[in-house]
DNA sequence: CCACAGGACGGCT
DNA sequence: AGCCGTCCTGTG
């Protein structure tokens, strides 16, 4: 563990505020510099904006600017896949301008997975205090600068966690497909590693649905954001539907549009980057 | 006090 | 296959 420093020069498509306030990540926090801390495994990371460089400052075990070129996924062209889908419409150019600096992140499978299921019928405050308890009970510690950091926890380190102890935690009725989840995975009912292995989408998104806890959304959230990466997905919630509502079908109720309509539509307009694009027109609906 | 917000799941048609 | 009530907690 030692203190590392790496700074990106003159990144194009990169601001924190979009990155960390788009709905895909839970531990990223805003601190009085405008800056935001956050774990990614078990290292401490502060990113801040300064003018068109980013300078990432952290405690890790491994090279920082490795794991923030993955993480951030530092290596793939926004500038082109943002002009690739502003070509579709007005509406996504519209919101691709709203939020410009969003980058779709490589987090870590398990905890993604473990995330996105607390996530169900659930709003982002409450789920990012469910984690950082979670943290704090189960994962490593990890102070620096005086605070006290905690890693999510791996699988081993809740194995022997009750049902009981998950809803002390204020999960709710979530405490039960937490716990299933954990033995699942832990007996390799579902292999995480199979997962990342194979290229073919639908067949993954079918293993995820396996979980307890994992239906259509969450399972699309977990292919979306985590170290999976497969932008061929199209997460459907409340806001997407009232987004793609408003914007393309257009029906009096909202709640009438079907997932299958949606979808659909989804993949005709926006192709094998409809999961980016969702993340667009969500943020901007979200924020507006 | 009640209404509402947010997805998975199981029971029903 | 699609519809709908229930699950829990925080907010207004």
């Known amino acids: 563990m030692e203190e590392q420093e790496y700074i990106l020069k003159n990144a194009d498509s990169f601001e924190p505020k979009d990155i960390f306030e788009c709905g895909q990540c839970f531990r990223w926090n805003i601190q009085d510099d405008g800056s935001y801390t956050g774990v990614i495994k078990n290292g401490i990371i502060n990113v801040k904006k300064d003018g068109k460089n980013i300078i990432f400052t952290g405690k890790c075990d491994k090279d920082l600017k490795e794991i923030v070129t993955y993480y951030f996924d530092l290596n793939r062209n926004y500038e082109k896949i943002k002009e690739q889908l502003s070509n579709i419409d007005k509406y996504l150019k519209t919101s691709?301008?709203?939020?410009?600096?969003?980058?779709?992140?490589?987090q870590d499978l398990w905890e993604t997975?473990?995330?996105?299921?607390?996530?169900?019928?659930?709003?982002?405050?409450?789920?990012?205090?469910?984690?950082?308890?979670?943290?704090?009970?189960?994962?490593?510690?990890?102070?620096?600068?005086?605070?006290?950091?905690?890693?999510?926890?791996?699988?081993?380190?809740?194995?022997?966690?009750?049902?009981?102890?998950?809803?002390?935690?204020?999960?709710?009725?979530?405490?039960?497909?937490?716990?299933?989840?954990?033995?699942?995975?832990?007996?390799?009912?579902?292999?995480?590693?199979?997962?990342?292995?194979?290229?073919?989408?639908?067949?993954?998104?079918?293993?995820?649905l396996k979980l307890s806890?994992?239906?259509?959304?969450?399972?699309?959230?977990?292919?979306?954001?985590?170290?999976?990466?497969?932008?061929?997905?199209?997460?459907?919630?409340?806001?997407?539907?009232?987004?793609?509502?408003?914007?393309?079908?257009?029906?009096?109720?909202?709640t009438k549009v079907s997932k299958k309509e949606i979808e659909k539509l989804a993949e005709e307009k926006f192709g094998n980057l409809r999961g980016i694009a969702q993340q667009y027109l969500f943020y901007w609906r979200r924020e507006n």
Do not use: H
């Not at 691709?96 to 490589?106: A, K, M, T, V």
């Open 96 to 106: 691709i301008e709203y939020g410009s600096g969003i980058r779709i992140l490589n």
């Open 113 to 208: 997975i473990i995330s996105f299921i607390i996530s169900a019928n659930n709003n982002i405050p409450r789920i990012k205090g469910i984690i950082e308890r979670l943290s704090k009970k189960y994962g490593n510690e990890i102070e620096w600068n005086g605070v006290k950091y905690y890693t999510f926890p791996n699988a081993n380190q809740l194995k022997d966690v009750s049902i009981q102890d998950f809803r002390n935690l204020g999960l709710g009725f979530r405490d039960i497909r937490l716990y299933e989840t954990t033995q699942m995975i832990l007996k390799r009912k579902v292999d995480l590693d199979l997962l990342r292995e194979n290229p073919n989408t639908l067949e993954v998104r079918d293993e995820l």
């Open 213 to 254: 806890g994992v239906g259509p959304k969450v399972a699309d959230c977990i292919l979306l954001f985590s170290d999976l990466k497969r932008f061929d997905v199209f997460p459907i919630d409340v806001w997407v539907r009232r987004v793609m509502n408003d914007l393309y079908i257009k029906k009096e109720d909202e």
